[in-house]
Structures are given as structure tokens and as C-alpha cells.
């Protein structure tokens, strides 16, 4: 292994340059296009990306259950193409909990320490303390047959953290589960990943569920990793189409870059007017680029902005009205703004308006 800087003792798990490709010849599927990544100690970190992206692909090599045609693993700078999955301190939660049905709530967390041949009073506590930890103290007698789904995830979960790997592996552990016990787990899994301080890896394709949960999320597709960054970073300063897209409500303007001064762009839109944007990372654009804008960012006016149209949809969602504008230059733009209790948005199916972008809500994306 190469000599490791103090930087890179905080990185748990390296992934280098890595493809993976199913089949042979002509007729391979290249699952993972050269992805190099690294996780670091006690992150929360997600793989996100739409079906088929590579993340389970991905994760799945972490735990060792498949091997990279190229590239190389690395857990605390060492490769780990030899070591099998049992000998990895690393364990998986997967999407169906794989509970056993006829054992207890807390025969089932004991399960893995009794295979490991740990003492009896260790395993006790051991035990208990996770049940604490997943907070199913409670039910520790009851079969796993009869507990909810939920219930269920949380003992799928006391049972992987149980004989202490270093790292979790999580793959869509939450899908299974209705919208608002999804939304608590979302809650749950971050408490029990900051008091445990072990490294989560996250495999989801829900961009909301990673946003509320990582400290880091990698954005996928094709077998290709678009951007690394916060949730913040990725939302507020997204790379590319594909990762402005792929991360919530947005809308895409195409402009001319009339200048780039101290890293911003000065660019024109096709309704004439000007306005400054941020640059994606590494970006340097010439000629037509296209900017972003989160809806939230605009607002509708009756009069001025730097765009204008007419009002196509307008949507209510409780919290919010999104209004979708049909501009001049032929695009939607949509706008969404926050709701008064007393006091509709104001505008109407047909009505013509101007559309304000604060002043630094755009970004040019890459290419
Ligand atoms: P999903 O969210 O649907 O699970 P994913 O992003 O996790 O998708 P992977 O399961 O990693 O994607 O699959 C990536 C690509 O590799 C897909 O095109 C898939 O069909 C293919 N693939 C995965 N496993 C195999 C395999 N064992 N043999 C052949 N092709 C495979």
C-alpha cells in the first residue's frame, strides 16, 4: 500500500478507479465505469442514483460479495481483494430484514455474537444494549413474526450493529416501509449512526431520504459518479443537468455567457435581460451554457423580473403553490412559493407574469 498521510487515516473506505463488468466480450454490461470514491471514518455516507446506476453493485464489493474487473477496494488503506465477506469488519442491512421468523426479537440480535463464539455474558449485554440502542427493549421476548414492519428494520439493524463492525452497509433498508415510519426510521438511522459513530453506507434512490440523512452523498448513474458532496453542495451547487435533475424541482435556462469575472458569470437570457450565476466546479463556460434555478429561489410578480410568461398550472400542495409558467422563449419555468393560511397565491391558469430570480439563485452547470 502507498504511505498514508495523516489526512488519509480518517478515510475508511477507498474505492480506486474501479469497473465492473457482467458477462464477456462484446455483450459485457459495464456496471461500474471507472468510480472512485472515499468514505470517511464515522460518515454517513449514501449512494444515490436511479435503478440500475450501480450502487447495490457497488456496495456489494465493499461487503466482499463481489470482486471489481478493475480497480482496487482499500479499508483503512489496505486492499481487501483477499479477504472473504466473514473476515471484513464490515456487515450488511439489507432490503428484506432476513429476520428469522421463529426466533425472538432478541434470540435473532444474539444470532451473529453466538456464531462469532463470544461468552454468554457478553452476548447478554451485548444484546441489551442494542435493543436499547433501536429502542425495542420491549418486545425483546417476542417472536420476529409478530412485530411490525418497522419493528422489524429496527431489529434487522440491533442485529448488524451488534457484533461491532466498523462499517454498516444499509441498501434501500427503509423502502419496505409506509411514508411516515420512513420518514421517523430516516430520524432513527442518523441517531443510532451519530451514537455509534460507525461508518453507514447508504444505498438509496430517494433523493429526499439522502438529503435529510448524510453527511455526504455520492450522486450515480450509469456506472459513473457524477458528484461528491453534502447535501447541501449537491442540491445548491449541482455539477451537471443529470445531478440538478435527479435532486429535486429545478429549471434549466439556456443563456449566453457575455463574461466571467472573480468566478461569476455574466450572462444573457433569451428574454434579453442580464443576470450574474455562480459556476459549477471546474467549470470555465463559453458561448450558450445552461443555468439553473431552484423554483424556490424565484417568485412570481405581477410586474418586472427578467423572464416573463403565462401562468400554465397552478399546483397546491398544502405547504406550498408551485406555478408553472409557460415563457415567452417556449420553456416552463416553475415557481413555488410558500403558502399564507389566509391568502391564495394570487395567480390564475392564463394570468401573465414576470418571474423574479433572486439575485443568487443561478449556476452554470457543466456540459
Ligand atoms: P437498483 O436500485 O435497481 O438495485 P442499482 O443502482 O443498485 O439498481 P445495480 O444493481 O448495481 O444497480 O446494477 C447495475 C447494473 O448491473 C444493472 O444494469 C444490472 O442489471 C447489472 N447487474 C447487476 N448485477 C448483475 C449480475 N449479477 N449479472 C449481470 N448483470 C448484473
Known sequence: ??????????????????????????????????????????????????????????LRMIAGFEYPTEGAILLHGEDIAGLPPFKRPVNTVFQSYALFPHLTVEENVAFGLEMLGRSKAEIKSRVAAMLKLVRMEELAKRRTDQISGGQAQRVALARALAPGPKVLLLD???????????????????????????????????????LTMSDRIAVMSKGRVLQVGSPWDIYDKPADRFVADFIGETNFLTASVLGIENG???????????????????????????????????RAVTSGGQVAGAVENVVYFGTDTHIHVRLDAGDIFMVRQQNRRTQSCGFEVGDRVGIEIASDAAQVLRD
Open 1 to 58: 500500500p502507498e504511505p498514508s498521510g495523516p489526512e488519509d487515516k480518517r478515510v475508511a473506505i477507498e474505492a480506486r478507479g474501479i469497473v465492473k463488468e457482467f458477462g464477456e466480450g462484446p455483450s459485457a454490461l459495464r456496471a461500474l465505469d471507472d468510480v472512485s470514491i472515499s468514505i470517511r471514518e464515522n460518515e454517513f455516507f449514501t449512494l444515490l442514483g436511479p435503478s440500475g446506476c450501480g450502487k447495490t453493485t457497488l
Open 172 to 210: 434501500e433498508p427503509l423502502s419496505a416501509l409506509d411514508y411516515k415510519l420512513r420518514k421517523e426510521m430516516q430520524i432513527e438511522l442518523k441517531r443510532m449512526q451519530h451514537e455509534t459513530g460507525i461508518t453507514f453506507v447508504f444505498v438509496t434512490h430517494d433523493q429526499e431520504e439522502a
Open 264 to 298: 461569476l458569470a455574466r450572462v444573457r437570457l433569451k428574454s434579453g435581460a442580464e443576470i450574474v450565476a455562480t459556476l459549477a466546479e471546474g467549470v470555465s463556460p463559453k458561448g450558450e451554457a445552461t443555468i439553473v434555478v431552484r423554483p424556490e429561489h424565484a
